[in-house]
């Protein structure tokens, strides 16, 4: 039994790998492979010393040969999944067979190779679970923060432009000033006015929308500030206002830009003097709200698309029949999805995995489910040009515009473009890009 701490990559700082193995040049190679790639290894040549690794470590992945010594690989992967249902495991053998392979998988094993291996498919596939591991870390973070933290009640993502939204929503709702938010039709405006209401000191009091552009125009003035009873024909009675409603607590006006002047500058005074006159009232009422007020730029779907992974699968398990696993998407499905530039942005992704998920038969969704819109992928534009232009040339398009995409994330880029990261690390030293462009 011995552990070896890797040298960390940013990638994969912080996660380990055990790998169980009877022989010491198997073992010994995938440990200097994992210990390449940034992983903290430990490794095992029994089934007993695994188990007693489990107990004192914290393992993210295991690669255990299925033939391993005591118990057998089977046994163990039982005994991961049912103990340890969050550590991803990869199975090895000489003895490969589409039952065992079958077996394993059932057993909850992520992937499976078959000895002898090549060493760039090995070190391909241990990075492809680093990747699925963050990928499951980042959704329990975000689980967690959406059940104990309801002021982000529906916000979904971890990319960098989301984390600055996040830290700027902590700081702006500690304050009772008025919050302008700039963003395109369905990058969730509302959910941000939300989270900024249910983390401040106003979470206990009532939080009001109002979508300004779905307001009749002659009766904009009476929904916000009230009316009294013949203040016009047909008011029989009076009306309490929105702005009143949300006395003590939030007003978010959404698409304010749609409001006409007159009332912005009434809005404007109520603001400045704290006190509404409902129409046809002489008195003035005493408000306390806090206005929020929104109208077109938040960081666009297309901006942040490696944040779509994470937004997928918080659909896939929203959308997914409760008396049965939760739908799994496709590896070609998903790169559809990454290339789309969503000018609905999430609204039109959530909608996107709804319908796929309603028509879809089998457990897996796959290009053919996804709208008519999305079944041409983007990557076919670029090829509809009279341009001639070598393969290599064209590959080097493809990683540049997967870098531009992804503001630079390269594990990203390579989770886009369907290839291990190591090989797009190569790939750009070739081309001299090692930096991502601008």
């Not at 509404?276 to 929020?292: E, F």
Request: aromatic content about 4%; overall charge neutral.
């Amino acid at each position: 039994m011995e552990a070896k701490p890797a040298n960390p990559k940013p990638n994969a700082a912080g996660y380990s790998v055990l790998i169980v193995d009877d022989e010491d040049a198997t073992r010994d190679l995938c440990r200097d492979i994992a210990a390449e790639i940034g992983l903290e290894v430990h490794t095992a040549s029994t089934t007993n010393e695994a188990l007693e690794i489990l107990e004192q470590s914290a393992v993210d992945i295991v690669v255990t040969d299925l033939r391993v010594p005591q118990l057998g690989g089977l046994e163990l992967l039982k005994r991961i999944n049912s103990s340890q249902p969050n550590t991803s495991v990869m199975v090895l053998t000489q003895y490969g067979t589409i039952e065992t392979a079958v077996a394993a998988t059932r057993l909850g094993a992520r992937d499976y190779v078959t000895k002898p291996f090549h060493v760039d498919e090995l070190r391909a596939k241990i990075e492809r679970l680093v990747q699925t591991v963050e990928l499951d870390h980042e959704n329990r973070v975000l689980r967690e923060q959406l059940r104990t933290r309801p002021g982000f009640g529906g916000l979904i993502g971890v990319s960098a432009k989301m984390q600055r939204v996040y830290k700027m929503l902590e700081k702006v709702s500690q304050h009772n000033y008025p919050v302008l938010i700039l963003g395109e039709s369905g990058t969730g405006k509302e959910l941000v006015a939300r989270s900024i209401h249910f983390l401040g000191v106003r979470q206990n009091k009532p939080f009001v929308p109002v979508d300004c552009s779905g307001l009749v125009p002659t009766l904009i003035e009476s929904e916000l500030f009230g009316y009294v009873k013949g203040a016009f024909t047909g008011a029989q009675h009076s009306r309490t206002g929105l702005l009143e409603t949300a006395n003590g607590g939030t007003v978010f006006l959404d698409e304010i830009g749609d409001l006409p002047v007159d009332l912005q500058a009434k809005l404007l005074r109520a603001l400045q003097e704290r006190e509404i006159r409902p129409v046809g009232a002489t008195d003035r009422l005493r408000i306390d709200v806090r206005i929020i007020a929104a109208t077109n730029r938040v960081p666009p779907l297309r901006e942040r698309k490696s944040d779509i992974p994470l937004l997928v699968s918080f659909f896939l398990e929203k959308f997914s029949d409760p008396q049965r696993p939760i739908r799994t998407i496709s590896e070609d499905a998903m790169r559809r999805l990454m290339t789309y530039d969503w000018p609905g942005n999430v609204r039109e992704l959530e909608n996107a995995v709804e319908r796929a998920v309603a028509l879809g038969s089998g457990p897996i969704l796959h290009i053919a489910d996804l709208p008519s819109n999305l079944q041409q992928g983007s990557s076919d534009k670029l090829l509809e040009s009279n341009e001639l232009t070598t393969l290599e040339e064209m590959e080097r398009r493809f990683i540049l515009r997967a870098l531009r995409e992804t503001n630079g994330d390269k594990l990203a880029a390579a989770r886009l473009l369907g290839i291990g990261k190591t090989t797009l690390y190569r790939k750009l030293k070739q081309y001299g890009a090692e930096s991502p462009p601008n």
